[in-house]
């Protein structure tokens, strides 16, 4: 797996995204409700948000661990992240994770990417204390999402059909259904309470300011790469996907701001 190809996109628009899911993040640590002194396991935490978020709520009496896959992202969320953070590499499905046990777990869209996630989330259960909770967000189905199917819609309008989104592989979609949550996090042993929420992702700048983070990353920025991987991306591809996108995003605007409607799963699960 090449993790700095990958990475290396949504490094580039780490404030971009943090910003737009700034909303989300404030629920799950609402949700978390994480206390001074609590060790706590942070699962997928990409580039460190939330890392940081539940290291201030812990304080330096607790301590934050976080589990990220792609070094390029690890190295990142250190380089972040204050004194009482610890950063592991490594698959939370599988790792060896040692002690008593975390007093809390959380997740911010870190969960979807397992490839066998009945048997990730039966594991991450035994990283927990007996009773302690799993908070993580999640993304709901594509069309209550823009933020994916518009990006996707103007990619296939400009390349062709593509890939679509498989709620039965890895990837953002592939816990969009509560009742597949309920199932996989029962069968681990979990109790589970889900509470989808309708909202707004808060991106900054304008709808040329987002259409350009989504020439990046997402739906329409993966396809332009494999376009461009193929030799087969020209200068009116490039011009089309952005003028799309801006003319997207500018339906959302709200005044001088894009607010971009989401669908989002907070799920409460108790080991």
């Given at each position: 797996?090449?993790w ?9 628009v ?6 737009a899911?700034?909303p989300v ?19 997928g935490?990409g ?14 009496t ?8 792609a070094p390029?992202?690890?190295e ?9 953070v610890?950063?592991l ?6 790792y060896p994770?040692?002690?008593e046990?975390?007093?809390?777990a ?23 204390k007996?009773?302690a ?12 999402n823009?933020w994916f ?7 296939a ?15 953002p979609m ?11 996090l ?11 929420q309708?909202?707004?992702?808060t991106?900054?700048?304008?709808p ?5 983070t989504?020439?990046i990353?997402g ?10 991987a ?9 011009d089309?996907?952005r ?18 409607p ?10």
């Amino acid at each position: 797996m090449d993790w700095k190809a990958i990475a290396e996109p949504w490094l580039r628009v780490e404030a971009e995204t943090d910003a737009a899911h700034a909303p989300v993040l404030e629920g799950l640590m609402a949700r978390a409700g994480l206390s001074a002194g609590q060790s706590v396991l942070d699962i997928g935490p990409g580039a460190g948000i939330s890392l940081l978020h539940a290291a201030g709520a812990v304080g330096p009496t607790g301590r934050v661990t976080g589990i990220e896959i792609a070094p390029p992202f690890a190295e990142r969320a250190i380089a972040r992240a204050p004194n009482n953070v610890e950063l592991l590499i490594g698959d939370a499905a599988s790792y060896p994770f040692a002690g008593e046990g975390f007093d809390a777990a959380i997740s911010l869209f870190g969960v979807m990417f397992f490839a066998d996630p009945d048997q990730a989330f039966a594991h991450m259960r035994t990283a927990l204390k007996p009773g302690a909770a799993l908070n993580f967000a999640c993304w709901g189905p594509p069309k209550a999402n823009p933020w994916f199917s518009m990006p996707g819609r103007i990619a296939a309008e400009v390349f062709g059909p593509g890939p679509g989104f498989d709620p039965d592989v890895p990837g953002p979609m592939s816990l969009s259904d509560p009742n597949k949550i309920n199932r996989i996090l029962s069968g681990a042993g979990w109790s589970v309470d889900i509470d989808t929420q309708d909202l707004h992702l808060t991106p900054r700048g304008t709808p040329e300011d987002v259409g350009k983070t989504h020439s990046i990353i997402g739906a329409a920025g993966m396809r332009m790469g494999v376009e461009k991987a193929a030799g087969t991306l020209t200068q009116a591809h490039r011009d089309a996907v952005r003028s799309k996108l801006v003319a997207g995003f500018a339906e959302m605007a709200q005044g001088d701001t894009v607010r971009v409607p989401a669908q989002i799963h907070f799920v409460r699960a108790i080991a």
